[in-house]
């Protein structure tokens, strides 16, 4: 079997927090909390969930980008979850990230050329036809004018900065992109082509994603396995077409419920789940499976013992002690 381009076992990450102005007492938040995930080469993992579930701060922290508080993370066969300062320089030309909000994360102060030649000169890359040139084409490749080249990021588009971005990862020629929310704050024309823009390259290049969104729609077209989380954990992952077609969390089942459908004959005949409840505090997760006080199928079992997180079927992993598909058998 080939060996995972990046594997993740275990991977937690934890913020302390003080209880109040006036309080000694601190407490953590389990911003994610025992997380297990491989990538392969020129594969899209799609990272799914809630808002506030933990997605974002994984993809953060396996690129350590985050320290992680636990866990251990491998790439290429390497555990890198321990090395220092200089040696993850030089792993940032192997796994880069794109983030949600382009234009907070392009310095208003630099010309798009100054922010994409950068990387060249922080990992001292030398382009065979100079740094300008180099840049030059990158802008092209994402769909920008190389005249671009002396413009500022206010006097590009939503989408014309996610583009510029994009080209800023691609810069050092890395193996993996994390993709933090990359589509959610444009308009949906947009995403369409920052999507398939994500995908030509792949298809070019090989280039692995794990592409974090809460849009199940826009993460069943990009992602070849789809992994949901909540509050901090994994709950379900199989490959794209099993899980939405075969889901077997509740949880899994609720989100695909609340995503609408494009024939809306199927979408009026089919049946919502309405979790009751607020998603709990990461602080004090409620103890044994920490879906069960939203769970509509929860019993006495899942508040005393926490779920495994088992392979049910081959590729299919679920973290329940009364998956749906049993459910439906009995």
Not at 44 to 61: D, F, I, N, Y
Not at 208 to 213: D, E, G, N, P, S
Not at 279 to 298: E, K, N, Y
């Amino acid at each position: 079997m080939t060996e995972p381009l990046l594997r993740v076992t275990g991977l937690r990450k934890h913020f302390p927090t003080k209880g109040g102005l006036l309080s000694r007492n601190r407490s953590v938040v389990k911003a994610v909390d025992g997380v297990s995930l491989e990538v392969a080469g020129g594969e899209t993992v799609g990272l799914v969930g809630e808002s506030g579930c933990g997605k974002s701060t994984t993809g953060r922290t396996m690129l350590r980008a985050l320290e992680p508080t636990s866990g251990r993370i491998e790439f290429d066969g390497r555990d890198i979850t321990g090395v220092g300062r200089e040696e993850l320089r030089k792993l940032r030309r192997e796994m880069q990230m794109i983030f949600q909000d382009p234009f907070s994360s392009l310095n208003p102060r630099h010309t798009v050329g100054t922010i994409l030649a950068a990387p060249f000169e922080i990992q001292g890359i030398k382009a065979p036809n100079g740094v300008k040139a180099a840049v030059r084409d990158l802008l092209s490749r994402v769909g920008l004018s190389p005249e671009h080249y002396n413009r500022y990021p206010h006097e590009f588009s939503g989408g014309q900065r996610q583009r510029i971005g994009i080209a800023r990862a691609l810069a050092v020629q890395p193996r993996l992109i994390v993709c933090d929310e990359p589509v959610s704050a444009l308009d949906v024309s947009i995403q369409a082509e920052i999507i398939n823009l994500l995908q030509d390259i792949q298809a070019e290049t090989g280039i692995a994603y794990v592409f974090v969104a809460h849009d199940l729609s826009v993460v069943r077209h990009i992602s070849d396995r789809v992994a949901v989380m909540y509050l901090g954990k994994v709950m379900e992952s199989a490959t794209s077409d099993e899980l939405y077609e075969r889901p077997l969390h509740p949880y899994t089942n609720a989100l695909l419920s609340a995503a609408p459908l494009p024939d809306p004959v199927q979408q009026r005949a089919r049946e919502k789940i309405v979790l009751q409840g607020d998603l709990p505090s990461p602080s004090d997760p409620p103890s044994g499976c920490v879906f069960r006080t939203r769970c509509p199928m929860a019993q006495q079992v899942c508040a005393e013992v926490t779920p495994a997180y088992a392979e049910h079927s081959p590729g299919h992993w679920v973290a329940c002690h009364f998956p749906e598909d049993e459910q439906l058998a009995a």
